[in-house]
């Protein structure tokens, strides 16, 4: 084969393949633009806001990301990831004795077969275990919507995590098919500076002995 063929393929399939890395790049950021804008919506939709550095507790105040972000809305899945675990995950603790909206539920079936048995029996510490279970179910209640919360907007910092990976996969295209780019160009120039007649890895001519 000649030189020159070999060298015009050789840059011809580079031009190819960076053309496909250019356009599945160009897909990437195009899903990467898709999950922030979509994030960035959704979680500006909550009007949510971070407590100004000046009213966090001294619990609130370990945590680097609620210092950093004090103040700020809340539009961006790291912000969504600080929220979801360093606030509502810290305060959550705090009720029910660290118990979780599934955990609070045999507490609170206990307490009202209790209150009915009470109630049946018209026992004296009727109201003191109305009380108990109006306590309990707050509680459970607040868990609940605390664990939602907070469910939500780790979804919501998973998905801006794709939009991330993305932008990243799209950046490694956009270098490869640099890369490739370059390398075609060289591909090419080499390939008309060779002559036409040149071989590649062509047989070298062995010299016939000179008799005497």
């Known amino acids: 084969m000649k030189r020159r063929t070999l060298d015009l393929l050789f840059s011809i399939g580079g031009l190819g393949l960076a053309v496909l890395l250019l356009v599945v790049g160009i897909v990437l950021t195009s899903n990467a633009n898709f999950a922030n804008d979509y994030v960035h919506d959704q979680l500006a939709a909550q009007h949510i806001t971070f407590k100004p550095a000046s009213t966090l507790t001294d619990e609130e105040k370990k945590s680097d990301c609620l210092r950093e972000y004090a103040g700020q809305p809340l539009t961006t899945g790291k912000q969504a990831e600080c929220y979801a675990n360093e606030f509502i995950g810290l305060h959550l603790k705090s009720i029910g004795g660290g118990k979780t909206f599934s955990d609070l539920g045999e507490p609170q079936a206990a307490l009202r077969e209790q209150v009915a048995q009470a109630e049946q029996a018209k026992a004296a510490n009727l ?5 108990q279970l109006g306590d309990v179910t707050a509680q459970r209640e607040t868990v609940f919507k605390g664990e939602t919360l907070r469910g939500l907007l780790l979804t919501s910092y998973g998905f801006s995590e794709f939009g991330h990976k993305a932008e990243q996969g799209a950046l490694a295209m956009y270098l490869g098919a640099a890369l490739l780019l370059l390398l075609s160009i060289a591909g090419l120039w080499h390939a ?4 036409a007649s040149e071989a590649f890895a062509a047989p070298e001519k062995t010299k016939e002995p000179v008799n005497a």
């Open 192 to 195: 008309f500076r060779t002559p």
């Open 127 to 131: 109201a003191d275990l109305q009380k």
